[in-house]
């Protein structure tokens, strides 16, 4: 029984919903909640990469289940990318198979007893994340990632709208990459327009969890294939995600 379903999107691809996703769900779980990572983005599945479990292989039981991957014995995790013979291969798919593989992740995979099933969904709000919603009878709201530019705040607003337009809660707005953050002096450099995606959470009546640097070390876990909260626990941006993940808990 999956208890609540969180819901991960994000108007515009490249603002770091994935990383996002990734260390939520890690958080989650070091806190000893059992946790569950859904990657519903069929033609560019980040999950594999961040995790370092590009080459694993998914299993079935004998009725025909899914067994998800299982992640440092606390984190079950199931996206179309442990699925591929070739890690290069492109999935040519129209929407009604697309649809068809997500509710068999939903409905076919053995996940057993979850605290939280976190969802990353692909940019935009198409027939994925239709699915999902649709799909899903317990999801709890969604978690809107942006960057504070223009540019990606603009489509954030429409991941905001449809999320009303289907009375989906949203649980918080989280404003990634909003400055750089200096590796001698520790202080942040905004590198696009300030404060873009707290004003539009304002703006827009919802509710704004934080903000996360655009940090070397998240770049450097990302290409070692650790999750930053894993790789550099004691850093502040994995405080900053730590803090934010606790909110959500308390919403």
């Not at 429409?158 to 009375?167: A, G, L, R, W, Y």
């Not at 640097?213 to 995600?241: G, R, W």
Request: aromatic fraction near 6%.
């Amino acid at each position: 029984m999956i208890k609540e379903t969180i819901v991960v999107l994000s108007g515009k691809g490249g603002v770091g919903k994935s990383t996002v996703s990734s260390n939520v769900a890690l958080s989650l779980a070091k806190k000893g909640y059992k946790v569950g990572l859904l990657d519903v983005d069929i033609h560019g599945p980040s999950i594999p990469t961040l995790f370092g479990i590009e080459t694993a292989q998914i299993m079935q039981t004998a009725e025909g289940k899914i067994i998800p991957y299982l992640y440092e014995g606390m984190l079950e995790i199931i996206s179309v990318g442990l699925m591929l013979k070739d890690l290069d291969e492109a999935i040519v798919w129209r929407g009604p198979l697309k649809a068809k593989v997500i509710t068999q992740f939903i409905n076919d995979v053995k996940w057993g007893d979850l605290d939280y099933l976190v969802v990353d969904c692909p940019p935009g709000t198409g027939d994925e994340v239709l699915t999902v919603v649709n799909a899903v009878s317990n999801v709890k709201g969604a978690l809107i990632v942006t960057t504070p530019q223009n540019l990606a705040v603009v489509d954030a607003k429409k991941s905001v709208n449809f999320c009303k337009s289907m009375t989906l809660p949203i649980l918080g707005v989280i404003e990634n990459m909003a400055g750089f953050t200096c590796p001698h002096c520790k202080k942040m450099v905004p590198l696009f327009k300030e404060a873009g995606g707290k004003k539009m959470a304002e703006a827009m009546d919802v509710p704004f969890l934080g903000s996360l640097p655009f940090d070397a070390e998240i770049m450097d876990s990302s290409e070692d294939k650790k999750p930053f909260i894993e790789k550099y626990a004691e850093s502040q941006t994995a405080k900053l995600m730590n803090e934010m993940t606790e909110s959500l808990v308390r919403k």
